[in-house]
């Protein structure tokens, strides 16, 4: 549900009394909160979860705003860590309708057992760090050894009173987690003793190291937790009674309600007697209810949540002077954020190096963006995240959850009755009552990345308030151009669109020749840089990745022949690699050259146009004209089924008033253009009108094209990180069959499957490799209304 609906369903909703005035500021507060500091949720499909060293990671980002997809970001950072939490890479990549892709390599020396992956947008920063993304992923760098625990596996036990203390007098539901140092679940035993050594009650974890029960604590007595874990190892835990006299919430749901049980103790102060409990959903007040204790010592009422979405409800119980005295979340799992996709094989081929079809069919019209990964099923797993678990569970509490997917696996009730354990075992806190009460306003200290990256700079040397210009040339690392005229304010600012991956060089001069020389331009992109030398604390928890000893040996052996693979390839001689390289088309060739990230899709129209000799047309309009069926040009508007076709010129899209840019570039100087059907959704607005790309020659495609940027001042500029394409083998022809034995884990990635409208169905095929005998396929993603999508199926 969006934001503005739930606002609309908190109107509706009743209250039991009138509010005070102070409890009407806090809303205001909370209501400002939800509309300055709106929430990024992330989550990153990446194609295995476990890697050997050498090997690519590939991923695909999707960030959903507010429960909403229109969200102002549009850049993504990733930062890799290693075992040691020293920085090896910050990545940076375009979000395009919410979603990104990219790939990182793993050193082929690299020693750690596990990487560790922080991901942010430059928005999140203003969030509490311990609701940011991060993931450990496992990496076998060659140890023929499973890796040895160590010796000391101290259990933590902890106690969490439902409501957040204990108070004398009341009867109150504990939760406990017991874990690991790694924060893996640990199962224990466990008796509730007093200080006289009688036992009150026993009990067992039931789900996970978790589980609960009922204490009523009595005056002049103390409590202990006698507990031993499944290793045999026997711990003791106190059980604080925080307070002698207070109230405690308890909470009970069912689909269509929460049933909610006030009590205080009976010599409680005057302000425990008149109590605010407040419910509130992703910062927005949804219900406000007076308890009037004054008479009686126990309330009990429902509130309908039948019409919520899904996510965390969280209940504040307050005094009548605003302290907050009691606080408990619970988890809202509607299906609502769900749409239906299925995945079948109209073609199967389990045999070596045999053709597989898949067929992915989405139920909706509605334009949805997914990510598919086929992998070997006896190396790897589903996972334990989810786009589920991390958008609507993990991104909202603190605190490690383990196997978070288990919680969206299916409606069993007692898959509910574990979801609340976690509930109770962890924290959240969305609000400083204390900040909010003082009507301290939220602080930001990062503001969001609306734009993608520029071309922004000073320059200095001008005259005092003089505006001029400035020629620039850039020129990128594959030695495409672009040259554009930027205009300079009275301050020296200039700001100009680019868009470009790795490192460019920009060459300038002035308009004005009286300040070459004199003049000088300093450059930035505006994306953020990385923090040299930065280290994080990372828990490393290998000792829990190779549960299965059979998969490790596995990896093991195709480890050994991927490096001697590698190592005979850099013995080869160019010769021998031409020979065993499949022929390419001129127009591959040319894609190769010129286009890169999403650019680089070759399902398009390809137009080559390097030797401009023998074209007649005055600009690429009327060069397409009648070339690309359903294209439809009429003189300078061009259109797909009635939808404006998005137009980039060297991977930067234009806008309606910069398109006459193309229209005047000769035709000389463009290199190729790429026609795309639609939808393009990597163009702004989803590119429902497909979209044209033109690209302008680089140095030495057409001997008529001269050097303009020689003995110019220049800078070294960097872009977005230029990110590996995955490349999947086709065993169609019998030359194929003779390249080197294929042990491929990732079989296929594709991190954009698209559809939209009729266009409901999308077929993608892959070849096996030579081992493998049964598939694992994981398909996730998200649609313009903000749903999302997992299949996870198995192919044998």
Known sequence: MKPKLLRA????????????????????????????????????????????????????????????TSMPSKNVYLEWYDADGKMIKQTVAPLIQSTAKGSFDIPTDYKGENLTVRAFTKWMLNDDPAFAYEKQLPVNNGSLQRPARPAAQKTKFEIFPEGGFLVQG????????????????????????????????????????????YLNPLPQQSYKINWTDENGVAGSTPVEVSKTDGARLDIKTTPDKARFQVDRTATATGNFKHMTLLVHMNKIALYRVNINAAEKTTLTGDLPIANLPAGILQFTLFTSDQIPVAERIVFINKQTYRFNTTISAPVRGLAKRAKNVLEI?????????????????????????????????????????????????????????????????????????????????????????????????????LKRNSEASMNLIMR??????????????????????????????????????????????????????????KKITVANNTSSSWSDSLAKSKLDVILAEQELLRKKMSEATLQEVTVNTTAKTKE???????????FARNEAAIFDLTDSRYITAQNVFEYLQGKVPGLEIRGANIGWRGFETSLFLNEMQLTSESKQTILDLPMNEVAMIKVFRPPF?????????????????????????????????????????????FYSPSYETPDANATPQDKRVTLYWNPYVVTVGKSTKVQVEFYNNDITKKFQVVLEGINE???????VKTIE
Do not use: C
């Not at 199962?187 to 190291?209: E, M, P, Q, W, Y």
């Not at 209304?785 to 299949?791: E, N």
């Open 9 to 68: 369903a908190a109107a509706l909703l009743f209250t039991f009394f009138v509010a005070q005035l102070s409890a009407q500021d806090i809303d205001s507060m909370m209501a400002m909160y939800a509309e300055k500091l709106p929430l990024e949720k992330m989550h990153i499909h990446f194609d295995k979860n476990i890697y050997n060293k050498a090997e690519t990671v590939w991923y695909k980002v999707y960030i959903l705003h507010s429960a909403e």
């Open 476 to 533: 990128t690392k594959d030695s495409s151009r672009q040259f554009v005229v930027v205009p300079i304010d009275k301050t020296g600012s200039f700001s100009q669109d680019v868009f470009f991956y790795d490192t460019a060089r920009a060459y300038y001069s002035f308009t004005d020749p009286k300040l070459n020389g004199v003049a000088k331009a300093q450059f930035e992109t505006g994306l953020m840089k990385p923090e040299p030398g």
């Open 681 to 725: 959704m990597f163009a702004t607005g989803g590119g429902r009108g497909g979209a044209v790309a033109v690209w302008t020659k680089k140095g030495g495609d057409d001997k008529w094209v001269k050097d303009e940027a020689a003995g110019l001042e220049n800078a070294m500029i960097t872009g977005y990180t230029q990110f590996r394409e």
């Open 785 to 791: 209304a903000g749903k999302m999508t997992r299949v």
């Open 361 to 461: 069919a989405v139920d909706d019209t509605t334009l949805s963006n997914m990510s598919i990964a086929v992998t070997d099923a006896s190396l790897t797993g589903a996972g334990d995240e989810s786009i589920f678990s991390d958008m609507l569970l993990s991104s909202e509490i603190k605190g490690k959850i383990h196997n978070p997917a288990y919680y969206f696996s299916n409606d069993a009730d007692s898959v509910k009755d574990h979801l609340d354990l976690v509930m109770l075992t962890n924290g959240w806190r969305r609000f400083d009552w204390e900040q909010i009460k003082k009507q301290v306003p939220p602080k930001i200290s990062h503001v969001a990345e609306t734009e993608y990256m520029k071309l922004k700079g000073k320059v200095s040397g």
């Open 588 to 598: 591959q060739v040319l894609s190769e050259k010129y286009s890169t990230g999403f």
């Open 170 to 213: 009341l009867n109150t539901r504990i939760a406990f987690k017991a874990t690991n140092p790694y924060g893996q679940p640990v199962f224990v035993k466990a008796i509730l003793v007093d200080n006289t050594g009688n036992t009150i009650d026993s009990f067992a974890a039931r789900h996970d190291g978790m589980g609960s029960f």
